[in-house]
């Protein structure tokens, strides 16, 4: 392997932190609270699409969508349910929470499959190997990237040219001042941990 290999392949592996990265750091810069549960929401992501292509026999592309409604959906419960009766108490009981949380999805997760590994379905076409200027690499490490970089885009407009978008940009600057403001700093916050999760 040559060292344009591991670049490429280090890049592919780059972008799948920053988009966990991304999840994390909205959370906490507008609500101001760590979500352990984050890795245990992609990873309960992950089994919905297994199930949806290994048992359902269902094309990918709606493996991928249902992936993301499940993380959306779950996200928002667990804001709901664990976070939002936290709002004004101490931050050692919002994280206690919060690893609470995170140990109830993990042990949920061994009990349905039996703590046993899971294999990914093959995917023909991303594990196809592709040349580029000599050197030969998979669809699926050049996909990655590109897909990082719309999805921060998409993030960046959001953020940047929706009301939304505004609001949280408020929240995350003065949480006091924002509600003042008129802003309703729940449906914000229930916003963040859909497109965080």
């Known amino acids: ?7 490429i392949s280090g890049i592919s592996l780059g972008s799948i932190y920053a988009i966990i990265a991304l999840g994390y750091t909205m ?20 089994y919905a699409g297994i199930v949806t292509v290994n048992q359902l026999g269902l094309p990918p592309i709606v493996a991928v969508i249902v992936s993301v409604v499940i993380c959306a959906g779950l996200g ?16 050692l009981s919002v994280l206690i929470t919060a690893i609470g949380v995170s140990y109830l999805l993990q042990n949920l997760s061994t009990y349905v499959t039996g703590g046993l590994a899971q ?15 000599g050197i ?13 970089i719309l999805l921060v885009i998409a ?19 003065d949480f006091d001042t924002a509600q003042l403001m008129g ?12 497109i965080g999760s």
Not at 1 to 7: A, G, I, K, R, V
Not at 27 to 46: Q, R, S, T
Not at 136 to 148: C, H, W
Not at 185 to 194: A, K, Q
Request: no cysteine.
């Open 76 to 91: 928002m419960l667990i804001e709901f349910l664990a976070y939002k009766p936290l709002r004004q108490a101490p931050p």
């Open 1 to 7: 392997m040559t060292f344009l290999n591991y670049l």
């Open 183 to 194: 802003i309703r700093i729940n449906s914000v916050i229930s916003f963040t941990f859909i």
């Open 119 to 133: 294999a990914y379905p093959n995917i023909p076409w991303l594990r196809t190997e592709i040349e580029i200027g």
């Open 27 to 46: 959370v906490y810069g507008i609500a101001k609270m760590l979500n352990f549960a984050h890795g245990d929401i992609i990873m309960i992501g992950a």
């Open 136 to 148: 030969t690499v998979r669809r699926l490490a050049i996909l990655t990237p590109v897909l990082t």
């Open 155 to 173: 993030l960046v407009i959001v953020i940047k040219h929706t009301k939304m978008g505004m609001a949280m940009r408020a929240v995350a600057k």
